[in-house]
């Protein structure tokens, strides 16, 4: 095949930026309801606390650490890191949810929240193939926290300068508590780390336990779209997927392997999601209304349950793709937009 | 002067309509949704079938297998006629530049029309991505015939030019769109999905589109049959014989470079079939045009209607890219005629 280096490094890339779950937003969250669907706009809700307003405390931690990364490998820091660099953005949020923001050096051009990011040194373009190593040793880092299988190769050449790496996954909830504790551990803020896990559980059961009274036998079945040509969902085994769970939803696509697979429109349509959620991207439209009219115009559309009663909703995709301290508020609102009533004020 | 083929020639054509038939049959009759030949029956005739099943088959299920089958049709003829002109067994649709300048058209549209992506191609709106990427193949294919021009000074090998020119051309606009790619990671499905080649999501209003291009300039092919064949004797030869053979050429190459834009602006870029489909009917029936190109456009409808049968149902609900089936399915069967009959090509 005439592409097939191309394809190559198009399929890794593709891998990257999904895996990576990186959106180029702006900050905060809004999700768009259209007119039929919601009794309360989303905007004017109580966003969910912000992660970074944790109380950081200096702590008395001794080095050297340990800190186990994602494949169990032991990460030693003979002391406290000052010049930190992140690689991915939700490690970048978790870093300065956890008060660690001070001591970093630098972040990719995705990382986009907090704003504070803005301030710090940008290295190029976060998929590894473009990331430079020459920029990211200018910066003299005594740390780079770095995603687990995409930045390997990476890493591996981190290794070799002897700058100290440390690889944590960032693809599901429980990836997030890992990272928080390893994150914190290594840079220290363990305890910071552990408030941060013990607040993110009691906020997601914060939201299960609002939506708990209306929720019946039948779940909302959901259709979360990712892309449009060629149509892509969220399969069960993503981060997103993880989340349609946690609000109580029930994934139209639940037999799915890949991540982020493309599925077919037949099988979309005989499914015949309640609610369709998709992310709001830079490039895509941005309000709710004009969506729900460009899918009444896809052939065998209009007959869906979820377009024809108006439920199509646009979650911001900072904070419904990038597994980090936001989460939260993504989850906040799919359950949103798959329980509307559960979060009418009067 | 015609030289008299046996009547009977034609009837070796009949198993070739039969198995279109057979092949379209099989891909209204699987998908990722299982339709029962009797509501296919029932929904063809406009019995009552169910709402559903009715939208899945009349706009989504019948729209994709008729266009596979249009686009696999002209592929075909397309390349008949590039190898027979060329004198090339290697030529292909793509190989003048057509395929890349098509995508380079296409994922320029997808640049700037980034916000109706939704919606890119539903009834009713001006196929931007159809039109950018049909003016891309001409584009390009006018370059490299300028450049073929401009450097034929010997006029020793004009032919040569041609394709060398495609070729270089084909890898300058390939880099440009792979450096777009790379410089829009959001976009990176959409135009990914594009250079494999997808059916997906594709509607009636492609077939509208496309499919009068292909008839008119895959017919005005067939009429050219007989300047075909006694071109693919050698230049001199077709002179002596009366043939102006500049013309009839220039001619041979707009009319395929028109049907295989068409069929690249909406479906992609479909790799081998091109290739393959004139060579097995070469095999199967010898290589005259007038025979040639009828059943390259049969068998190449057919082998493409099963290929996007199979990119439909092989992991269902999930999807692969059309023209990953054709390679997988199509190179070990050519290499298997290859070696089985292998001396009576061209």
Redesign the interface.
């Known amino acids: 095949?005439?592409?097939q280096f191309?394809?190559k490094?198009?399929?890794f890339?593709?891998t990257l930026?999904w895996s990576a779950g990186?959106?180029?937003q702006e900050a905060g969250s809004v999700a768009s309801q259209t007119e039929q669907g919601a009794q309360a706009p989303a905007s004017e809700l109580p966003a969910a606390s912000e992660a970074t307003e944790v109380d950081v405390v200096a702590e008395a931690q001794s080095f050297p650490v340990t800190v186990k990364d994602y494949q169990g490998r032991d990460v030693t820091l003979a002391k406290q890191p000052r010049r930190i660099i992140s690689l991915l953005p939700s490690h970048t949020e978790t870093l300065f949810a956890l008060g660690a923001g001070e001591q970093m050096v630098g972040c990719t051009s995705l990382c986009n929240y907090p704003p504070e990011t803005e301030e710090l040194k940008q290295i190029a373009?976060a998929?590894p193939?473009?990331i430079s190593l020459e920029a990211l040793v200018e910066l003299q880092p005594d740390l780079i926290v770095t995603g687990g299988d995409y930045h390997r190769q990476l890493a591996a050449q981190l290794e070799t300068l002897k700058i100290p790496v440390l690889a944590l996954e960032s693809q599901s909830v429980a990836d997030i508590e890992k990272a928080m504790l390893g994150i914190g551990q290594a840079t220290g803020h363990s305890r910071q780390g552990q408030k941060l896990i013990a607040r993110l559980k009691e906020e997601i059961a914060g939201v299960q336990k609002q939506i708990k009274p209306f929720q019946k036998e039948e779940r909302p079945k959901v259709f979360y779209r990712?892309?449009?040509?060629?149509?892509?969902t969220a399969g069960p085994h993503s981060f997103i997927g993880e989340l349609i769970t946690l609000a109580g939803g029930e994934n139209v696509?639940a037999?799915?392997?890949?991540a982020y697979?493309?599925?077919?429109?037949?099988?979309?349509?005989?499914r015949?999601p309640d609610v369709i959620v998709l992310p709001r991207?830079?490039?895509?439209?941005s309000d709710a209304r004009e969506?729900l009219e460009?899918?009444r115009?896809?052939?065998?559309w209009s007959?869906m349950t979820a377009v024809k009663e108006g439920r199509v909703y646009l979650i911001e995709d900072d904070v419904i793709s990038r597994p980090g301290p936001r989460v939260v508020q993504g989850l906040q609102k799919l359950a949103q937009a798959l329980y509307p009533e559960a979060f009418s004020y009067p | 002067m015609r030289p008299t083929q046996p009547r009977f020639a034609v009837w070796r054509i009949l198993p070739f309509l039969g198995g279109l038939l057979l092949a379209l049959l099989v891909g209204i009759h699987f998908?990722?949704?299982e339709l029962s030949l009797s509501e296919i029956w029932q929904g063809l005739t406009g019995a009552e079938a169910g709402?559903?099943i009715e939208?899945?088959l009349w706009?989504?299920?019948l729209p994709r297998v008729v266009l596979a089958a249009c686009v696999g049709a002209g592929l075909a003829i397309a390349g008949a006629a590039f190898q027979g002109v060329f004198r090339n067994p290697l030529a292909d649709p793509?190989v003048i530049g057509a395929s890349s300048g098509a995508a380079l058209g296409a994922t320029l549209a997808l640049l700037c029309l980034?916000?109706?992506?939704?919606?890119?191609t539903?009834?009713?709106q001006v196929p931007w991505l159809i039109l950018a990427a049909f003016g891309g193949a001409m584009l390009i294919v006018g370059a490299v015939f300028v450049i073929a021009s401009l450097s034929n000074l010997g006029r020793s090998a004009p032919l040569l030019t041609l394709i060398l020119a495609g070729m270089a051309l084909?890898s300058f606009t390939?880099a440009l769109?792979?450096l777009i790619?790379?410089l829009n990671?959001?976009?990176?499905?959409?135009i990914?999905?594009w250079?494999?080649g997808?059916f997906?999501?594709r509607?009636?209003n492609e077939i509208a589109i496309a499919g009068p291009v292909i008839l008119v300039s895959g017919g005005l092919l067939w009429m050219l049959s007989r300047p075909l064949d006694l071109l693919s004797f050698g230049d001199e030869t077709a002179m002596s014989l009366g043939l102006p053979s500049g013309k009839v050429r220039l001619l041979i190459l707009a009319a395929a470079t028109l049907c295989t834009a068409a069929c690249v602006s909406v479906s992609g870029?479909i790799?081998f079939l091109g290739l393959m489909a004139p060579h097995m009917t070469r095999i199967l029936l010898g290589p005259r045009h007038g025979l040639l190109i009828p059943g390259s456009a049969l068998l190449g409808a057919t082998l493409l209607v099963i290929a996007d049968t199979l990119a439909?149902t092989v992991?269902?609900?999930?999807?692969?890219?059309v023209g990953v089936v054709t390679?997988l399915m199509g190179c070990p069967f050519f290499l298997f005629l290859l070696i089985s009959r292998g001396r009576q090509t061209m």
Do not use: Y
């Open positions: 095949m005439k592409h191309e394809l490094l198009i399929l890339l593709l930026t990186c959106g180029t373009l998929n193939g473009s990712v892309w449009d040509q060629p149509l892509m696509f037999d799915v392997e890949p697979p493309q599925v077919s429109e037949e099988t979309l349509i005989l015949n991207m830079k490039a895509g439209p969506v460009k899918l115009q896809r052939p065998g007959d | 998908g990722a949704v709402a559903q939208t899945i706009q989504i299920r793509f980034a916000g109706s992506v939704t919606v890119i539903s009834t009713g084909s390939g769109v792979s790619m790379f990671h959001e976009m990176l499905n959409t990914f999905n250079l494999l997808s997906s999501g509607h009636w870029v790799g439909r992991i269902a609900p999930t999807e692969i890219p390679a």
